[in-house]
């Protein structure tokens, strides 16, 4: 079997499990389609949140990314990790306790106001919406270079897939379909990267091959790759460039962003239990870092691969992969000296670079430039659209339960039936389907320049009103939505100027202390942080029954039954 | 709010001593474990990574700071949950705020 083959028979066999699982775990009650009946044990419930969380971009992008960073990489590793410890000791449990649907529901009970309650849905909206765009276009690439059809065509297979079980199985039928995709998705990324280790290393754990000898000249890897950057101009990779400043503020804005995204939060709520739900932050955890450890060994064995074998070849001796990608115009040789030899230079380099690179090549070009057999070439196709499913489903959840809980239910039509409610979530799931569909095959130009903005949004809004909303019984309804107004404000005016008004004044030097656009959702956060305070301490403190809950959310028992309770 | 919750704390519990020394011993916790996140991530990673990578982490060829901020941050941050777990399900024990088996 050829390489089309394995892929097209191991993306419809997994396809087909997701489809079966579906079927099987369909949603039968509200409580099934918010929160799978909060029955899912919390182990599962950790690789659903890691499938959940990872996506097309920590699939595909983010070796390559770091491959590309070197040190200044680092922000989105820790970033990216760091927030489920301030998901599983300051909110996870604290909310599983409070047992409501969604995070918009936290806020406006908290808060005891409608005005923070369609604050927080519009969030929660904007924020899904951002992602979903990019995920349902990752759909589409990865369709289109492996089963080699239009990235249309893509985008509409994946929809009708995600449409399936997403609006049939609700958050049950996604929890379960998330468990398999996981496990797709794990295996997929882990195959190349032992081979990659051992063939480059010889030892066959990837995270130990980072820090082993390189094989072929027998000094350790990373002073080989340090080596090859110095003589080829690139800054030193294990330095980075970055300001301390900006990679502080950077790591801050990802971390609190993860913790605040409420695609992430809503997983929680499906555990039977308080306790449960902190031991499923760690299981989550233990899956994302088995992927997150892996990638930058990944990133420094294909860094070393590239450097070593393409640059200063002869264009005409290129390996067949080379030209494979080059079809796809990730890979773009440019003869500028006509040599005839790929000159693949940095800036402090004296020769001029010739070869630019994607780095989404990175982790899907691998196996092929490792030389790794067919299948596996097809299992990373599988492994890449299991990621983007899997967060496409969780973030299309987050946006009908907004719509038919927070706004429906919650806002306009209180009175209406268990059944009722049922219809709308399944209604306002298809269409966010067809949403997110129409995003991917049009996307917005500045899809990826807001990615950065899903995450400052998510950390200078929710972030700060769910933290004081537990730990300050006197954080005040006023106090909480001037708060997450003026995070949100900061965040947005200073990513939208220098995103989208004024591009061109994006460097270091216009920027406020240094602090670049990714990192600014820090600043938003400290932002609202203040605010929530000081106009908390001005006005009225909470009524009786807001203080009562909130003391009642901070004790476990009771989560799951009902009894007496003897404090 | 939960369907099984009976509020019975919010009466019972409010201004409890018992109830103000478990929310005590929490803060304290978490205090102590967030001040190792902050340590191993911003600490190590980021503040002095630069120093750090004068260092070899022993038998392998990884600089220490680099180590941390791509590496050792995570694992620590895996073990910190797993501490606070085990920490948090010892101290709803001793208060008796501990949750029984759902029927």
């Known amino acids: 079997m050829n390489v089309q083959a394995w892929t097209f028979m191991l993306v419809a066999s997994s396809f087909a499990l997701y489809i079966a699982i579906a079927v099987w775990s369909r949603a039968s009650s509200t409580r099934d389609f918010y929160v799978a009946g909060t029955g899912v044990s919390p182990l599962a419930n950790g690789m659903a949140t890691a499938a959940d969380w990872m996506s097309a971009a920590s699939f595909i992008s983010m070796a390559g990314l770091i491959s590309f960073m070197g040190y200044d990489g680092s922000v989105y590793l820790m970033g990216w990790t760091g927030g489920y410890v301030l998901l599983a000791l300051l909110l996870a449990p604290y909310l599983r306790k409070f047992g409501a649907y969604t995070v918009p529901d936290f806020v406006g009970d908290r808060y005891y106001s409608q005005n923070a309650r369609i604050v927080a849905v519009v969030c929660a909206i904007f924020v899904s919406f951002t992602y979903v765009a990019g995920q349902m276009r990752g759909v589409g690439i990865v369709f289109g270079r492996f089963l080699e059809v239009d990235v249309n065509v893509g985008v509409y297979i994946g929809m009708a897939i995600v449409f399936f079980y997403a609006v049939l199985g609700g958050m049950k039928g996604i929890t379960y379909t998330q468990v398999a995709q996981y496990c797709v998705l794990i295996f997929a990324y882990l195959v190349p990267a032992i081979f990659l280790s051992l063939l480059i290393t010889g030892n066959p754990v990837p995270q130990l091959g980072l820090g082993g000898l390189d094989q072929a000249s027998g000094v350790p890897l990373l002073d080989r790759l340090n080596g090859l950057h110095e003589e080829l101009g690139f800054a030193a990779y294990t330095s980075g460039t970055k300001s301390t400043l900006d990679v502080f503020f950077i790591t801050a804005a990802l971390m609190v962003g993860t913790a605040g995204l409420p695609h992430v939060i809503v997983r929680f709520y499906t555990v039977p239990r308080v306790r449960d739900a902190r031991m499923s932050v760690g299981w989550a955890l233990v899956f994302i870092a088995l992927l997150y450890t892996t990638a930058p060994a990944v990133a420094v064995f294909a860094r070393t691969n590239l450097l070593g074998s393409v640059s200063g070849t002869p264009y005409a001796e290129v390996p067949e992969w080379f030209s494979n990608w080059e079809a796809t115009g990730l890979l773009a040789f440019d003869d500028v000296n006509g040599d005839g030899l790929i000159q693949f230079v940095g800036p402090a380099s004296t020769l001029t670079n010739e070869l630019t690179v994607d780095q989404d090549i990175m982790v899907l070009a691998n196996p092929e430039i490792a030389g790794l057999p067919d299948w596996v070439v097809g299992l990373v196709a599988a492994g890449g659209l299991a990621a983007a499913l899997s967060t496409a489903a969780g973030l299309l959840l987050v946006v009908s339960s907004a719509v038919s809980h927070d706004l429906l239910k919650g806002a306009f039509k209180p009175d209406i039936t268990e059944k009722q409610e049922l219809v709308a979530a399944r209604l306002a799931a298809g269409a966010a389907v067809l949403v997110a569909g129409y995003l991917g095959v049009n996307p917005p130009g500045f899809v990826a320049q807001v990615v950065a903005f899903a995450f400052g949004l998510a950390a200078a809004s929710f972030f700060p009103a769910i933290i004081l909303g537990i730990f300050s019984k006197r954080t005040t309804g006023e106090g909480a939505v001037l708060g997450m107004i003026a995070g949100i404000t900061t965040t947005a005016a200073y990513i939208v100027y220098f995103k989208l008004v004024r591009p061109e004044l994006n460097t270091a030097d216009h920027w406020w202390f240094g602090i670049s656009p990714e990192g600014i959702g820090t600043v938003g956060m400290l932002v609202n942080f203040s605010v929530t305070l000081l106009v908390s301490r001005l006005t009225p403190e909470p009524p009786e029954h807001v203080q009562a809950l909130v003391e009642r959310i901070r004790i476990p028992r009771g989560a799951g039954e009902a009894h007496e309770i003897s404090a | ?103």
Request: aromatic fraction near 16%; charged fraction near 20%.
């Open chain 2, 1 to 103: 709010m939960s369907d099984g919750d009976t509020g019975a704390v919010g009466g019972a519990g409010r201004g409890g001593s018992r109830q103000r020394e478990y929310w005590r011993r929490n803060i304290r916790y978490l205090v102590g474990l967030l001040s190792v996140w902050f340590l191993v991530s911003y600490g190590f990673g980021i503040l002095l990574a630069e120093p750090l990578n004068a260092f070899r982490v022993p038998g392998t060829g990884i600089p220490v700071g680099f180590w941390f901020a791509q590496q050792g941050s995570i694992y620590v941050f895996v073990a910190l949950i797993f501490v606070y777990v085990r920490l948090m399900n010892r101290l709803d024990r001793e208060f008796d705020v501990d949750e029984r088996d759902p029927a």
